[in-house]
């Protein structure tokens, strides 16, 4: 309750009380200069409820310190309920309108059996990927956690791109022509996030938050996505690979 109270109540006032100088300064502060980002989070049942949780709260933080951050749970059909891994229940209500995104971030699922709900079904299903490919446009980045990046793979998104996934699926991830970055010597575990861009993608279920908070900071700067840090309580893992340098 005391920490929901934090994220609820950031305002100045509070920061300052709650939050070490640097960070309460950085509250106080004007809002950071960058540009607005739109955030269309992709639902499907089965989704893996930390796949999607961990970017959209720590995006909702970023947001609370004054990033221009929109944040959207969205379905590809449309409102509707959808039911993730654990069970859990969401009614999405936003409509699909990635014209309208400037981020849409894929999260994963079950990649083992096309038979139960997950990202393997939804491959089979195919509207997720015919969705995401038609959705591709010129200023548009396709981000993904863990297996949502089979996919966008599904999609033709990675083809010939820098990625990555949860260590498990890496080997279909590259069959589906992803350049799998993988650790030093080959090793599989390699950068946590890969950049290449106008595709994001992260390693396994936790790597979210990686995910979230890189993209915090490619967006509104280092301080923005520290910031969040101390909210978290969480200290970023690995490396982001940057495969192709941002001017």
Known sequence: MERRNLLMGMTAAITAA???????????????????????????????ELDFAAPLETLDIAGKFG???????????GPRRVTASCGTRIDVGADWM???????????????????????????????PTALRTA????????????GALLLGAAGLVRGRPCTTHHSSKKQLAEQGGKVVNGPGGGMLGPRVVDDGDLVTSAGVTSGLELALWLVQRAYGTQMSMNV???????????????????
Request: net charge neutral; aromatic share 2%.
């Open 18 to 48: 709650a939050l070490p100088d640097t960070v309460a300064a950085a509250a106080t502060a004007d809002s950071p200069v960058g540009a607005r980002q739109r955030v269309h989070i992709v639902l499907f049942d089965g989704v893996e």
């Open 67 to 77: 990033a221009p951050i929109e944040t959207r749970l969205v379905t590809v059909e």
């Open 98 to 128: 990635p014209g309208e995104a400037d981020v849409i971030l894929v999260p994963g699922g079950d990649v083992r059996d096309a038979g139960k709900p997950g990202v393997a079904a939804e491959i089979k299903r195919g509207v997720i």
């Open 136 to 147: 591709r446009r010129r200023g548009l980045t396709m981000a993904s956690v863990c297996t």
């Open 229 to 247: 840090e101390m909210v978290l309580e969480y200290e970023r893992r690995g490396v982001v690979h940057e495969a192709r340098r941002r001017g």
